[in-house]
């Protein structure tokens, strides 16, 4: 399947399901088995919800029960702005703890190299595919990665464009939206009164204010929706 053929019949597809169909279809044609689409969860904010077509059952029962939260993956992806091979993240680093766990457990369920690539949607949405468990390590060494990326950054619009339908951006006041920039930003209460001029009191009202309007109960949460409905860029 040609790459601008694979995007057109992406942009055409129905729904959610046909997209990572074609663009799996793709990768396959490309060497590469398996494909993850991860994104920030709608439900549990600072959580990422993580599809998958192709990999073994026991390694997507694994990953489910607690391994995800161990994946560095998805943030480190999403943090360069561009695609990272996985063994090339790693490579040169003393591994240990979580990581060095994920990354066994990954191998011993026949999870090999492959890519990760950052896409972004609309008003900053962002997400992240991921290929792996190629059929030879040539497909890895040699895979033309922005032919890739384009693939996969246009199932990423396509699958944004289903979510703008179903999910409500919270609506936020001006002055929420500042002091929501500068929580991001990781500023203070204090921090905040002092750069817009206003006491602490009342910064703690807004922020509680807008707490209520996106649903979380802490200031990273809020940050993560905030950054995943566009209402800040950072």
């Not at 409500?168 to 009164?193: C, D, F, M, Q, Y």
């Amino acid at each position: 399947m040609e790459d601008n053929r694979a995007v057109r019949r992406i942009a055409a597809a129905e729904d959610m399901d046909e997209v990572l169909s074609i663009a799996r279809a793709f990768y396959r044609l490309h060497g590469f088995e398996a494909l993850s689409y991860a994104r920030p969860s709608h439900d549990m904010p600072g959580r990422t919800d993580m599809l998958f077509r192709g990999f073994p059952e026991a390694w997507v029962s694994s990953y489910r029960e607690g391994l995800d939260r161990l994946d560095p993956f998805p943030a480190l992806a999403a943090r360069s702005g561009r695609p990272l091979r996985y063994s090339v993240v790693t490579q040169g680093k003393p591994l240990a703890g979580d990581l060095l766990h994920f990354i066994e457990q990954a191998r011993a369920h026949g999870v090999t190299d492959g890519y990760i690539f950052p896409t972004f949607g609309p008003r900053q949405h962002l997400a992240a595919v991921g290929i792996t468990m190629a059929d030879h390590p040539d497909r890895v060494d040699h895979a033309d990665v922005p032919v890739l990326h384009c693939v996969a950054q246009a199932a990423h619009l396509r699958i944004d464009q289903f979510e703008e339908d179903v999910v409500e951006r919270p609506r936020l006041a001006p002055r929420e939206v500042t002091i929501l920039h500068w929580i991001a930003r990781g500023k203070s209460n204090e921090e905040i009164a002092m750069i817009l001029g206003s006491k602490r009191p009342t910064i703690a009202t807004h922020i509680k204010r807008i707490f209520i309007k996106l649903n979380v109960s802490d200031r990273a949460a809020a940050a993560v929706k905030g950054l995943k409905f566009g209402l800040i860029n950072v």
